[in-house]
């Protein structure tokens, strides 16, 4: 098993350098892969900040990447809950920050309002607190 990078999984994704590109798939191709949480989390930025992606292709291109069966997740259980947060109007770091959180904290703490209310309304997440 191999570990990739972010601009591997940009490279599949994104398919604007041919020659990257399939490289990239032949990687994927001829072996297994782990992918690291913050690997997935800078995936979701780069689309959004560099290729100015919309949630809905986000959501789209990183759960079929995150389906092929020789892609191991990092803590896959917080990625798929954070992928879900998202998709409800969540950001992702913010979504991925609380899930990876769940089962190891009692609460989250911080100063963003808007995470405080968005973490609010997300079924099963731990309670988020501004700190007095």
Do not use: C
């Not at 399939?22 to 800078?42: C, Q, Y």
């Not at 930025?45 to 092929?68: E, H, M, N, P, T």
């Not at 809950?81 to 913010?94: I, N, R, V």
Request: net charge neutral.
């Amino acid at each position: 098993m191999i570990a990739i990078d972010t601009n591997i999984i940009v490279r599949l994704l994104a398919n604007d350098d041919p020659d990257q590109t399939a490289r990239a798939l032949r990687l994927l191709k001829e072996d297994r892969v782990f992918v690291a949480s913050t690997v997935i989390l800078e995936t979701e930025w780069v689309l959004r900040s560099a290729y100015r992606a919309d949630r809905g292709a986000i959501q789209q291109s990183l759960r079929k990447f995150l389906a092929l069966p020789n892609v191991f997740i990092e803590n896959e259980r917080a990625v798929l809950q954070a992928l879900e947060a998202h998709a409800a109007g969540m950001d992702f770091a913010d979504a991925l920050h609380l899930a990876t959180a769940h089962g190891r904290a009692t609460r989250f703490a911080t100063f963003d309002q808007s995470l405080q209310r968005r973490a609010a309304s997300q079924h099963g997440a731990i309670p988020v607190f501004e700190p007095q």
